[in-house]
């Protein structure tokens, strides 16, 4: 039933683990406090506010993984990257979510 109402809205299966093993960044878009709380392994955190500010210090010719607490941050966030021309850009949902979905 998933894979049916993923082919219906356009959702496909992403493999996080081989994207960051072939050098996808992460960013974290929460506050600082909820990112010293816990983070994925190697995320950048770049508040969702200052994110704009923050481009330069993203690799434009790498895939990006954005996320956050339950993935409304880094729906946003990949809106952003979008805009600004990154081309690879994956919505990796909540941290704790996908920190499973690496290991």
Request: glycine content about 12%; overall charge positive; hydrophobic content about 35%.
């Amino acid at each position: 039933m998933l894979g049916f109402l993923k082919n219906i809205f356009g959702g496909k299966s992403v493999d996080y683990a081989e994207l960051v093993k072939n050098g996808a960044q992460i960013i974290d878009v929460r506050t600082p406090a909820e990112f010293n709380g816990g983070h994925v392994k190697g995320a950048k955190n770049f508040p969702l506010q200052s994110l704009s500010q923050n481009l330069g210090k993203i690799n434009k010719n790498k895939p990006v993984i954005t996320c956050c607490a339950s993935g409304a941050r880094s729906a946003a966030a990949k809106s952003i990257l979008q805009n600004s021309g990154f081309t690879e850009v994956y919505n990796g949902g909540g941290w704790m979510s996908l920190k499973n979905k690496l290991s």
